[in-house]
T-cell receptor, first 116, second 115 residues
Framework: EPEVTQTPSHQVTQMGQEVILRCVPISNHLYFYWYRQILGQKVEFLVSFYNNEISEKSEIFDDQFSVERPDGSNFTLKIRSTKLEDSAMYFC??????????????FGNGTRLTVT | AQSVAQPEDQVNVAEGNPLTVKCTYSVSGNPYLFWYVQYPNRGLQFLLKYITGDNLVKGSYGFEAEFNKSQTSFHLKKPSALVSDSALYFCAVRDISGGYNKLIFGAGTRLAVHP
């Protein structure tokens, strides 16, 4: 069964540094998402992406965050200047159709980001 | 605002016994409800969804969920638990307020099935 893949599985960075988290969505999917889960807390929506532009973003997704689909397969999340509170598990997801049609999200295994 | 609540942090069940993981929701309009499971060091896997129709929804791995409108609940159930069902379970609702493609997750319930 096709999977969403994320790299790296664990990223350690110093406060103030830029990080790029990478994701390869399922190939025939058109809608892409980033969620994050701070340790012991809820899974939170960050951003959704369709047709090479952001379709929705949460309050968490401020100017320090950006997403990009640089080629036909990758979908990246960039944090420009990391803060301690950015430490979390970041999940990429994709869906064939938007939730308007209620097709489920397929999640990757996540990237654990640790900011020191 | 759309929300879901999972009142139990952890549920302990003996193998072979039925299990229930609880979820209640608060939505305006029709609810679109989902259950996901997260195994250690893995992403969230879709189990089942309720859109419309039958109140009893069947999903993957023998799980089912019962939609109860009067109690605003969507509890996850399985008739006979397996040790391999031990994982973190998340209830979610589709948020229609800002857009059409955002899920709001509950805090999660850890299911521990003992041999």
């Amino acid at each position: 069964e096709p999977e969403v893949t994320q790299t790296p599985s664990h990223q350690v960075t110093q406060m103030g540094q830029e990080v790029i988290l990478r994701c390869v969505p399922i190939s025939n999917h058109l809608y892409f998402y980033w969620y994050r889960q701070i340790l012991g807390q809820k899974v939170e929506f960050l951003v959704s992406f369709y047709n090479n532009e952001i379709s929705e973003k949460s309050e968490i997704f401020d100017d320090q965050f950006s997403v990009e689909r640089p080629d036909g397969s990758n979908f990246t999340l960039k944090i420009r200047s990391t803060k301690l509170e950015d430490s979390a598990m970041y999940f990429c997801a994709s869906s064939e159709r938007p939730h308007e049609n209620n097709s489920p999200l397929h999640f990757g295994n996540g990237t654990r980001l640790t900011v020191t | 605002a759309q929300s879901v609540a999972q009142p139990e942090d952890q549920v302990n069940v003996a193998e072979g016994n039925p299990l229930t993981v609880k979820c209640t929701y608060s939505v305006s309009g029709n609810p679109y409800l989902f259950w996901y499971v997260q195994y250690p060091n893995r992403g969230l896997q879709f189990l089942l969804k309720y859109i419309t129709g039958d109140n009893l929804v069947k999903g993957s791995y023998g799980f089912e969920a019962e939609f109860n409108k009067s109690q605003t609940s969507f509890h996850l159930k399985k008739p006979s638990a397996l040790v391999s069902d031990s994982a973190l379970y998340f209830c979610a609702v589709r948020d229609i307020s800002g857009g059409y493609n955002k899920l709001i997750f509950g805090a999660g319930t850890r299911l521990a099935v003992h041999p």
